[in-house]
């Protein structure tokens, strides 16, 4: 959408619109029970429903048996009904209804569902430099929300072998737009690379490994935990890429340099 802004510049001052990210309230409801509200960008929903849901170690997709879209005046609400209506107050790791964009964890209700062990990842593909140079520059491509707002993160995922990315998605959100991804890929990323436009904290890295993804790519910084965690799960963890170059922080092995 766009957005009425007056521009001041060093000489001049300017009225006009600039396009402007959407951010709304996505409540996710099993059995019309609510489990999270997410703050997200209200735009590939159905792939957000299921991503999430397996993400979050709710449901797998062939779990789900309906999925229905409603939206509200003040949100969107992703209504869903599983198929062997398990009660989702009963689960593990819930969340709080709502959950800030910045910090996909800040709703989890105890230290230890925070930093459950995660999926070990096992894969015996090795990708080459050059084919991750390649994704990193053919990522902006894809990411249209992105040009016109400069506002959006972006998540993306590479099949060895292939000239360009399978999906990509973006939201204001970093771990709503790999939700999103992992819907769109059928939550199975272990034939190729997720590339990530924003810092790896620990949650991207619990959701890669729930997709069993063995390489994660990133332009920026991982954390501490993140980075022993991707060790834990197996996952070949590369970040800070730019065109010149990237670091390798675990399992270099898979890199073909």
Not at 43 to 63: M, R
Not at 145 to 161: I, K, S
Request: aromatic share 6%; charged share 25%.
């Amino acid at each position: 959408m766009n957005a009425q802004r007056l521009a001041v510049r060093r000489d001049r001052i300017e009225s006009g619109t600039r396009a402007v990210a959407e951010e709304a309230p996505v409540a996710f409801t099993y059995g019309r029970t609510t489990y999270a509200v997410m703050m997200a960008t209200p735009q590939d929903l159905e792939d957000f429903a299921y991503g999430f849901s397996f993400t979050e170690g709710v449901a797998a997709p062939h779990e789900i048996a309906e999925l229905e879209i409603v939206r509200h005046p003040k949100g969107v609400e992703l209504r869903m009904a599983l198929c062997d209506g398990r009660d989702v107050a009963l689960m593990n790791r819930r969340r709080k209804l709502a959950g800030p964009v910045g910090c996909g964890l800040c709703g989890v209700e105890s230290l230890e569902a925070a930093i459950a062990p995660v999926r070990r990842v096992q894969s015996d593909v090795r990708i080459s430099r050059d084919e991750i140079f390649d994704a990193l520059g053919k990522l902006g491509t894809h990411q249209t929300l992105n040009r016109e707002t400069r506002a959006v993160h972006g998540a993306g995922f590479w099949p060895l072998g292939a000239a360009d990315y399978k999906a990509v998605r973006e939201d204001v959100g970093r771990h709503n737009a790999l939700d999103k991804l992992c819907g769109a890929i059928g939550c199975d990323a272990s034939s190729g690379m997720v590339m990530l436009t924003s810092r790896v904290s620990i949650e991207m890295i619990q959701k890669s490994a729930a997709m069993n993804a063995p390489i994660v790519a990133a332009m920026s910084a991982p954390t501490a935990l993140a980075v022993e965690t991707a060790r834990e799960a197996g996952i070949t963890l590369a970040a800070v890429a730019r065109d010149d170059g990237f670091e390798v922080f675990t399992h270099p092995e898979r890199i073909r340099t």
